[in-house]
């Protein structure tokens, strides 16, 4: 394609014409983006008279901004502006007399920074000014969620980061407040480059890391980038409004103050009662406190995976929620949930009212474990093929969900089921049937997921452990993308833990950047998107897939 070029000014620097947002942060968002590379920019506020005195420049705003839709209209593009919404952003070049412009906009906060760090990504600066490779185009999110999901103690983005490499939640923080808020700093920039718009922290406030002041930095810079904050909370379990250390909202604290309360669960483990009026209304008051505290847009509900509570309140309550051929616990995360649910529609800023489920909704849960497994011997392939179509010998089939679960029908229609799907996807389609074909009919094969199977509840999404050990992902993320789609869910929370100097996390990053907008492409369109910036032009980025997909397959071992 052929590049846009912006000459230089007399100053020997390109004009940037940038609308002044929360915290000025789009420049710096260009500046990190292109660095090391040279830079050279005249950093300028949008408006119509640095538009009327400079020549040829770039510029960028959001797409209510009077001057961008003023431009819009005269250029033939009103129409693509006004149907920007939330994470779309456009790109597009005009020519003046004085050389090549480029235009920047944003349907919102998120999606302008978006827009920066794509064009400062295809950007160099030549002798004649700043060269930019990556073409016009809209991009708008297929996904709504674009969620990374964090645990503070196994965040390392920082390149001095001692965190353990460990699945457990439970760990101290072995660092102080400044590693933690400059950890996350990164992990936001990082949202940036890789368009997500929710972040969901477990550990999000602890005492161990600063309090309530880092945590506040944390959200001031999230939002600064459109990034929402999603803090994690236990209901019943890891922590509470506040995760680790003395404090009223601590769960282990109020544990201490009130052991008359506790109540024991099937694996000998403590924990206040979900039905228990007093304990119900320290864990709403809690909620307020974050709301109050934080620039939050939400949480994330967990109550401590397969919780029970036995008590006579409790049993008589689930005996009432009837479904008794599904487990148990799917009826006690209706006693957890429920009462927090409907205080965060009372709460105006509460965008996002998140609960896991720990299981998929599939009645055949396989846990992962799929007949093209490249391990299995070709009889062990045969052997698990026919158990598999058959739906025979499933481990785990004791969590499956058999019919409606009584969340479905109790919980608010604004809530979000969040799904671990491992046990629904095949996991192991080679990267290369993905390759020329964006959505091949082996991913609906089998009796896991067939294609008529849908979520029991209205708004869904889905939560994958595959890119937890920073292993590549490739043909996951292509499945899971697919699945979401097809079947108009919102989108996925993935792990956002391991940091993208790890080669095969960028790749996966940089995969479930691309699918969440354009989930039916084929790799060779992701290489081309993603990677040619990368490897040196398209050519270059299309080869280089293939030979991925051959060495997956071992065909070679080079």
């Known amino acids: 394609m052929e590049p846009v070029i912006i000459p230089a000014n007399m100053d020997g620097n390109v004009d940037f014409l940038i609308q002044s947002t929360q915290g000025d942060t789009g420049p710096r968002t260009v ?5 090391p590379r040279r830079v050279r920019f005249n950093w300028l506020p949008l408006s119509e008279y640095t538009y009327r005195e400079s020549g040829a420049f770039a510029l960028a705003g959001l797409s209510d901004h009077r001057l961008i839709r003023l431009l819009a209209r005269e250029l033939g593009w009103e129409r693509e502006v006004r149907r920007l919404g939330p994470g779309s952003y456009m790109i597009r070049r005009f020519k003046r007399k004085k050389g090549d412009c480029l235009m920047l906009v944003g349907g919102d906060l998120a999606a302008f920074h978006y827009a920066l760090s794509d064009v400062a990504g295809w950007s160099e600066f ?75 922290i477990f550990g999000f406030v602890r005492s161990e890391h600063g309090g309530v002041e880092a945590s506040q930095e944390i959200c001031r810079y999230a939002r600064a980038h459109g990034i929402d904050v999603v803090p994690g909370v236990g209901t019943h379990f890891y922590g509470g409004p506040w995760y680790r250390g003395r404090h009223p909202f601590n769960l282990d604290t109020y544990m201490q103050s009130h052991k008359d309360r506790l109540r024991v669960d099937d694996h000998g483990l403590l924990r206040i009662c979900p039905t228990s009026p007093r304990d119900v209304k320290w864990l709403l008051d809690g909620i307020h406190w974050l709301f109050e505290t934080f620039d939050i847009q939400g949480v994330t509900l967990e109550n401590g995976d397969y919780f029970v509570c036995h008590c006579p309140r409790c049993r008589r309550t689930l005996k009432r929620l009837g479904g008794k051929s599904n487990p148990e616990f799917y009826n006690a995360q209706a006693l957890c949930y429920l009462p927090v649910l409907r205080e965060l529609e009372r709460i105006p800023q509460a965008k996002w009212s998140i609960y896991a489920t720990y299981r998929s909704f599939s009645p055949l849960d396989w846990s992962g474990l799929d007949p093209l497994d490249p391990s299995l011997s070709a009889e062990e392939r045969a052997q698990r093929w026919t158990a598999y179509k058959a739906g025979k010998e499933l481990p785990f089939k004791e969590y499956a969900l058999r019919q409606k679960p009584a969340f479905g029908r109790l919980f608010p229609e604004r809530a979000i089921a969040q799904w671990n799907v491992d046990g629904m996807l095949r996991r192991y389609i080679p990267e290369r049937a993905f390759l020329d074909d964006g959505c091949p009919l082996l991913v609906y ?28 992902c490739l043909s996951i993320i ?54 040619a910036s990368r490897t040196g032009g398209e050519r270059a980025a299309e080869e280089w897939i293939e030979m991925l997909c051959r060495k997956q397959a071992g065909e070679f071992t080079g």
């Open 445 to 472: 094969e089998g009796p896991l997921w067939p294609r008529s199977l849908r979520s029991p509840v209205r708004r869904n999404v889905f939560y994958s452990t595959s890119s937890l050990n920073g292993g590549l």
């Open 126 to 200: 030549g002798h004649e000014g700043l060269v930019y490779r990556g073409g016009e185009r809209v991009e708008t999110p297929v996904f709504k969620v674009r969620a990374y999901w964090h645990n503070d103690t196994r965040t390392r983005w920082n390149p001095d980061c001692r965190f353990p490499v460990s699945y457990t939640c439970l760990l101290d923080y072995p660092e102080d407040a400044e590693k933690f808020v400059n950890n996350f700093k990164r992990v936001v920039d990082g949202m940036v480059d890789y368009r997500r718009n929710m972040l969901s």
């Open 478 to 531: 292509k499945e899971l993308a697919i699945r979401v789609a097809d079947g108009e869910y919102e989108g996925t929370v993935d792990y956002g833990e391991r940091s993208p100097r790890e080669i095969l996390v960028e790749l996966n990053y940089l995969a479930q950047s691309y699918f969440a907008y354009h989930p039916f492409d084929n790799l060779r369109q992701f290489a081309r998107s993603q990677l």
């Open 31 to 35: 500046m990190r983006r292109m660095a």
